[in-house]
């Protein structure tokens, strides 16, 4: 595609989302906002956006598109091969934008719009060209999170719902075409449902709003996120099927479990409904593997909330804090784990990458054990590594446990050179990873000397290994003969 | 601790989950169930934490305890901390097995009950020592996710609910204790809404399971699993605050948004005790810091995803695949990115690790140039990486610009010697990762010739580079004088 031009009509925090978007996937994007704040609005937005959307990828994005904006409607829109409306919720506000875009814009232009609760038909009511009006329901933060409804009406021409979901797949976003219109589409229907349930429970005293969040966070938001209610249900029904699974628990509908009450009969044909569209959404995989996806990717997004402490991701950092450090031998023992199925490649072995992580981790406990640690770090001073060389002597697999042994090779001064070695849970010697860290000011961001005790200890464990002599495949460089 | 001991009581998917978080957090296990298919059914579930739990954590989990089954509740009991009692949801059944349980187990052991429905008044109810009594409600898949919700009566003992509290976190859990019973507790209430509305949903046809859980996991599922509902919206409300955000989307409550029509009144006291609640919760940061503790968890967690391309992950791959390939120039550009945020470590520059893990996707890359691509590797052969250099030369930050080209220092036979250079976005070099590839067969793992077409390609390039000569940095091993 050459560059093309998106027309955001409307800047808020999801006119700017959509805003960044098309810019960042290479588009022209002309705002048009009445709002004097809307510059300041859209340019807080992108800065968000630039931090994150290009971190979802591996490769680069194309090129920013132009970014203008407008005081009139009609230069905006100009050119404009989609124009997004998200103006506020207000039918009559809408139908004055649409019919002002519709009169302004090219003829071959989509008209998106952003309603959370309008359907595409309540839109088109009394439009010159209903049939280029649909409705592109995105969710916030519209930058990063996939989603968007696309909700044509009868009235929607189809080659329009066909090319809005090319565009919007372009973007990187997941359309997912609403087949029969309805007041709030899919999404929010579920959660007005989980909103107004929740007003009830904080305003019967049932809890609070960090308790009812809790409640989500860590337990079934992290199976949402990946699989959604129906599939995550069926993993649950085990290999009786979802039909039972629906039998036995299709009883509470008739119990006061919410305050909504006004509940669908529970009838054969509902439950054969969803049994046999279930079977044919995750019926190519047996419960055992949905089982398994559904672990892995736990462990996958668990792993990934521990960077920040997030939610579940707090609750491993504080469990992780309170197991046993490993024990000391010969050689301090500084990593002792099981590889996690994140951490394995195309090639079903552990990531070359992960070696050096694991290693890294033995770095930082050998740091911990010497003085170098949080406070340490905090108080303005730390290690950075300067070189390191791995060797790769056998493969390791996700589950094997892991044990890594850390011999000093020269610690004085600035310098502390490490050899440490990674074990296989059998004892095979895996891999070798040598290093060389270098004491840092973290105010200049340059060498320093380490605090009296730090190095102090440090020299008290080099004298001590130097008796151990230089390890084999220490000192070599790559591709050297053994 | 030393070795303590829990009595299992019902062992299907949930009782052998609670089975696996306590003995592999070191406590002795004994289980009592009358079917005859426990043993296998407790085993399965015990493999599936084996493979998974471990892998939260960068630190082994204390050795396992012992597991037991017995055929007699007595015997099962006998020197409990802990009995948990998973039986089917029948009042009348969950009676009869806590007081055959009361009967039997110490009098200091907590019993706790697995009820997702019943209220812990209920399961009290004539029983003999209500005091020890507690529901603890876990969640599918109990070895994995966190949370727990802890429900006392007021005929509960606090040192129950107290000591309860302790055990739960001690095994990586999160308890959550909910201070009024209810039916269904907390959760579970916030499930059966969303249920209760999917079933009109899939009943009307306005979408299939498939379409409904996509319309979940794209979306607001993802900003589930690291905050919750009240917190998302207090982003989403922005620096207006939570009062704003209410006064935004009350109204919507009497719309017909769901059929789940019985609301509670919109309230000035229902506002107030939402918002001030939310200024507890989330106060203490502003709304720009908590947009981006989002979307940092975001990118983190969508990350994560992309490893087995489930929900957002299998969207960014199929974006990815899209996105143009590096331009070459002199040298082949084999990697050209954004650093993401989760790269980065407690020095607050991308990660050591990292570094080799954007060099291992420039090895990738450059495979791929020669033919050694996805369909060389499922046809048997691969490469695999036998040793690596890497010099650290200047820092990245998260948001920093990546370039890499790649040299080929030798290509012939068997081995691939490559040399990679990583450019900041200024032009700075950043590092340098010098990596010996051999050629693998996958089916013995061990060395073999590549095919003639990969060989000629790589030989093509060693050719075209020998006139470059041995770049600086080459050859050097850890801490040679430059």
Sequence with gaps: MSARKACIVGGGVIGGGWAARFLMNGWDVAVFDPDPEAKRKIGEVLENARRSLPGL?????????????????????????????????????????????LDAAPETAIIGSSTSGFKPSDLQDGMAHPDRIIVAH?????????????????????AITELAQDVLTSLGMKPLVVRQEIDA?????????????????????ICTTEELDDAIRFG???????????????????????????????????????????VPEFTDDLVDLIAGQSDAQSGHMS????????????????????????????????????????????LPVTVS?????SWTDYNGHMNEA??????????????EMIGADADYIAGGQSYFTAENHIRYLSELMAGDQLTITTQVLRGEGKKMHLFH????????????????????????????????????RLVTYAKAHAALGTPEGAGRYVGQRP
């Design 220 to 262: 079934f938001g992290l199976r949402w996120a990946q699989m959604g209610l129906f599939e995550i249900y069926r993993v649950a029904g085990g290999e009786a099927g979802m039909k039972h699974f629906m039998a036995q628990f299709g009883p509470a509908l008739e119990w006061e479990w919410t305050k909504l009450m006004d």
């Design 287 to 330: 419960i055992r593997e949905l089982e398994r996806l559904r672990d892995d990717n736990l462990v996958a997004m668990m792993r990934a909330l521990k960077h920040n402490g997030s939610g579940a991701g707090g609750t491993i950092r504080d469990h992780e804090a309170r197991l046993a450090e490993p024990q000391t031998d010969e």
């Design 421 to 456: 070695r990674l074990f296989g849970g059998d004892g095979t010697l895996a891999a070798t990873a040598e290093s060389l860290l270098l004491h840092i000011d973290l105010a200049t961001r340059s060498t320093s000397l380490p605090s009296k005790e730090v190095e102090d």
């Design 57 to 101: 990828y591996d490769r680069a994005l194309p090129g920013e598109g132009e970014l203008s904006f407008h005081n009139d409607l009609a230069s905006a829109v100009a050119g404009a091969d989609w124009v997004q409306e998200s103006v506020p919720e207000r039918l009559e506000l809408k139908h004055k934008t649409i019919s002002r875009i």
């Design 185 to 205: 589409h899919i999404a929010d229907r579920l959660l007005e449902a989980v909103w107004r349930e929740s007003l009830w429970l904080i305003k019967d005293g």
């Design 138 to 158: 995105p969710f916030n933060p519209v930058y990063l999170l996939p989603l968007v409804e696309l909700v044509p009406s009868p009235a929607t021409a189809s």
């Design 337 to 341: 784990r099981q590889i996690p199925q």
């Design 354 to 367: 992960h070696y050096l992580e694991a290693a890294a981790q033995a770095s930082d406990r050998f740091m």
